[in-house]
Protein backbone atom coordinates (compact mmCIF):
# COMPACT_ATOMS: atom_id res chain seq x y z
CA UNK A 1 0.00 0.00 0.00
CA UNK A 2 2.74 2.76 0.62
CA UNK A 3 4.54 2.35 -2.56
CA UNK A 4 1.31 3.19 -3.71
CA UNK A 5 0.53 5.76 -1.99
CA UNK A 6 4.00 7.14 -3.48
CA UNK A 7 2.00 7.59 -6.76
CA UNK A 8 -0.77 9.60 -5.27
CA UNK A 9 -0.80 13.40 -5.14
CA UNK A 10 -0.64 15.86 -2.74
CA UNK A 11 -4.02 17.58 -1.70
CA UNK A 12 -5.19 20.59 0.16
CA UNK A 13 -7.69 19.89 2.56
CA UNK A 14 -9.61 22.19 5.26
CA UNK A 15 -11.29 20.96 8.23
CA UNK A 16 -12.78 23.68 10.26
CA UNK A 17 -10.00 26.20 10.44
CA UNK A 18 -7.19 23.81 9.89
CA UNK A 19 -5.64 23.39 6.55
CA UNK A 20 -3.53 20.29 5.81
CA UNK A 21 -1.78 17.92 2.62
CA UNK A 22 -3.41 14.67 2.72
CA UNK A 23 -3.47 11.52 0.33
CA UNK A 24 -4.53 8.50 0.86
CA UNK A 25 -4.41 4.95 -0.92
CA UNK A 26 -7.37 2.76 -0.59
CA UNK A 27 -7.53 -1.34 -1.69
CA UNK A 28 -9.97 -4.51 -0.97
CA UNK A 29 -6.53 -5.09 1.55
CA UNK A 30 -6.86 -1.89 3.79
CA UNK A 31 -5.76 1.87 3.24
CA UNK A 32 -3.11 4.21 3.98
CA UNK A 33 -3.05 7.66 4.83
CA UNK A 34 -0.45 10.31 5.16
CA UNK A 35 -1.87 14.11 6.23
CA UNK A 36 0.16 16.92 7.02
CA UNK A 37 -0.36 21.03 8.39
CA UNK A 38 3.55 20.89 7.10
CA UNK A 39 4.59 21.20 10.58
CA UNK A 40 3.57 17.35 11.29
CA UNK A 41 3.14 14.71 9.39
CA UNK A 42 0.55 11.91 10.67
CA UNK A 43 -0.19 8.46 8.98
CA UNK A 44 -2.46 5.74 9.57
CA UNK A 45 -2.36 2.22 7.93
CA UNK A 46 -4.88 -0.57 8.32
CA UNK A 47 -5.85 -3.86 7.09
CA UNK A 48 -9.13 -5.32 6.23
CA UNK A 49 -9.04 -6.99 9.49
CA UNK A 50 -8.48 -3.80 11.52
CA UNK A 51 -11.34 -2.14 9.25
CA UNK A 52 -13.57 -4.75 10.21
CA UNK A 53 -13.23 -4.59 13.83
CA UNK A 54 -12.96 -1.06 14.07
CA UNK A 55 -16.41 -1.17 12.18
CA UNK A 56 -18.21 -3.49 14.19
CA UNK A 57 -17.49 -0.68 16.85
CA UNK A 58 -18.01 2.35 15.44
CA UNK A 59 -21.29 0.96 13.38
CA UNK A 60 -22.92 -1.74 14.90
CA UNK A 61 -26.24 -1.45 12.81
CA UNK A 62 -24.50 -2.07 9.70
CA UNK A 63 -23.18 -5.30 8.40
CA UNK A 64 -21.12 -5.03 5.32
CA UNK A 65 -18.78 -6.57 3.89
CA UNK A 66 -14.79 -4.81 4.61
CA UNK A 67 -14.04 -5.11 0.54
CA UNK A 68 -17.20 -2.82 0.44
CA UNK A 69 -17.08 -1.17 3.82
CA UNK A 70 -13.30 0.31 1.88
CA UNK A 71 -14.75 1.01 -1.19
CA UNK A 72 -17.50 3.63 0.63
CA UNK A 73 -15.17 5.32 2.59
CA UNK A 74 -13.01 5.95 -0.84
CA UNK A 75 -16.04 7.82 -2.38
CA UNK A 76 -15.85 9.64 0.58
CA UNK A 77 -12.10 10.83 0.80
CA UNK A 78 -11.48 10.83 -3.11
CA UNK A 79 -14.46 13.69 -3.40
CA UNK A 80 -12.62 15.68 -0.38
CA UNK A 81 -9.14 14.80 -1.51
CA UNK A 82 -10.24 16.59 -4.99
CA UNK A 83 -11.38 19.44 -3.93
CA UNK A 84 -15.43 19.04 -3.72
CA UNK A 85 -17.16 18.45 -0.25
CA UNK A 86 -20.19 15.93 -0.50
CA UNK A 87 -23.44 17.45 1.20
CA UNK A 88 -24.33 14.34 2.75
CA UNK A 89 -20.68 14.31 4.62
CA UNK A 90 -19.14 15.87 7.81
CA UNK A 91 -15.65 15.60 8.18
CA UNK A 92 -13.55 17.30 11.78
CA UNK A 93 -10.12 16.64 12.92
CA UNK A 94 -8.85 16.35 16.50
CA UNK A 95 -5.40 16.71 17.42
CA UNK A 96 -3.98 15.84 20.40
CA UNK A 97 -0.22 14.82 21.87
CA UNK A 98 -0.41 11.73 20.51
CA UNK A 99 -1.51 12.15 16.79
CA UNK A 100 -4.56 13.23 14.98
CA UNK A 101 -8.06 11.73 14.48
CA UNK A 102 -10.02 12.64 11.30
CA UNK A 103 -13.70 11.95 12.23
CA UNK A 104 -16.17 11.66 9.19
CA UNK A 105 -19.91 11.41 9.39
CA UNK A 106 -22.30 9.84 6.45
CA UNK A 107 -24.79 7.51 5.14
CA UNK A 108 -24.43 4.16 4.28
CA UNK A 109 -27.55 2.42 2.57
CA UNK A 110 -29.97 4.76 4.59
CA UNK A 111 -28.23 4.19 7.91
CA UNK A 112 -25.72 6.65 9.94
CA UNK A 113 -22.49 6.15 8.97
CA UNK A 114 -19.15 7.18 10.85
CA UNK A 115 -15.32 6.09 11.13
CA UNK A 116 -12.46 7.65 12.95
CA UNK A 117 -9.18 7.82 11.35
CA UNK A 118 -6.59 7.22 14.19
CA UNK A 119 -3.06 8.69 12.68
CA UNK A 120 0.01 8.51 14.54
CA UNK A 121 3.44 10.81 13.95
CA UNK A 122 4.48 9.06 10.45
CA UNK A 123 8.16 7.92 11.29
CA UNK A 124 11.07 9.86 9.80
CA UNK A 125 11.75 7.52 6.96
CA UNK A 126 8.50 8.10 5.48
CA UNK A 127 8.16 11.95 5.92
CA UNK A 128 11.24 11.86 4.05
CA UNK A 129 10.06 9.44 1.02
CA UNK A 130 6.80 11.21 0.65
CA UNK A 131 7.27 14.67 1.35
CA UNK A 132 10.97 16.03 1.44
CA UNK A 133 12.57 13.81 -1.26
CA UNK A 134 9.78 14.67 -3.91
CA UNK A 135 9.97 18.39 -2.72
CA UNK A 136 13.59 18.41 -3.41
CA UNK A 137 13.26 16.68 -6.63
CA UNK A 138 10.34 19.02 -8.09
CA UNK A 139 12.64 22.25 -6.73
CA UNK A 140 15.75 20.59 -8.58
CA UNK A 141 13.73 20.18 -11.45
CA UNK A 142 12.22 23.69 -11.36
CA UNK A 143 15.55 25.12 -11.26
CA UNK A 144 17.03 22.89 -14.43
CA UNK A 145 13.87 24.28 -15.91
CA UNK A 146 13.99 28.18 -15.24
CA UNK A 147 18.12 27.57 -16.32
CA UNK A 148 16.98 26.33 -19.93
CA UNK A 149 14.18 28.87 -20.41
CA UNK A 150 16.85 31.91 -19.32
CA UNK A 151 19.41 30.47 -22.20
CA UNK A 152 16.38 30.07 -24.79
CA UNK A 153 15.88 34.06 -23.78
CA UNK A 154 19.22 34.83 -24.24
CA UNK A 155 19.26 32.69 -27.37
CA UNK A 156 16.18 34.83 -28.71
CA UNK A 157 17.70 37.96 -27.94
CA UNK A 158 20.77 37.54 -29.76
CA UNK A 159 18.50 36.34 -32.85
CA UNK A 160 16.45 39.55 -32.42
CA UNK A 161 19.78 42.17 -32.55
CA UNK A 162 21.17 39.54 -35.56
CA UNK A 163 17.90 40.63 -37.34
CA UNK A 164 18.13 44.42 -36.07
CA UNK A 165 21.91 44.62 -37.07
CA UNK A 166 20.84 43.16 -40.92
CA UNK A 167 18.01 46.09 -41.27
CA UNK A 168 14.79 43.81 -40.29
CA UNK A 169 12.16 46.21 -38.62
CA UNK A 170 9.08 45.31 -36.44
CA UNK A 171 5.58 45.65 -38.60
CA UNK A 172 4.20 46.20 -35.25
CA UNK A 173 5.65 48.70 -32.47
CA UNK A 174 3.59 46.94 -29.75
CA UNK A 175 5.13 43.57 -29.81
CA UNK A 176 9.26 45.16 -29.14
CA UNK A 177 10.70 44.00 -26.43
CA UNK A 178 13.90 45.37 -24.34
CA UNK A 179 16.61 42.29 -23.80
CA UNK A 180 16.43 40.02 -21.24
CA UNK A 181 18.52 40.82 -18.10
CA UNK A 182 19.55 37.74 -16.40
CA UNK A 183 21.11 39.38 -13.16
CA UNK A 184 17.97 41.17 -12.52
CA UNK A 185 16.15 38.56 -13.33
CA UNK A 186 17.87 36.56 -10.67
CA UNK A 187 17.81 39.31 -8.01
CA UNK A 188 13.84 39.94 -8.60
CA UNK A 189 12.89 36.47 -8.18
CA UNK A 190 15.39 36.04 -4.99
CA UNK A 191 13.53 38.98 -3.56
CA UNK A 192 10.35 37.58 -4.55
Not at 116 to 134: E, G, I, K, T, Y
Amino acid sequence: LENSLLTQPWASVCFGESTFLAKVCFRDTGYILLISDLTSVWYESADAEAVGQRSKELNKRLTVHVSSFLNHLCNLMCPLLAGQSGATTAFSCHRSPSGLRLHVKSELSGLPFCWDFHCCPAPLDMVSRHLVRPLIQMNLALQCQVQELIALLLQKDAEIEDYRESGATLSRDRLRTEPFQEEMFQQNFMAE
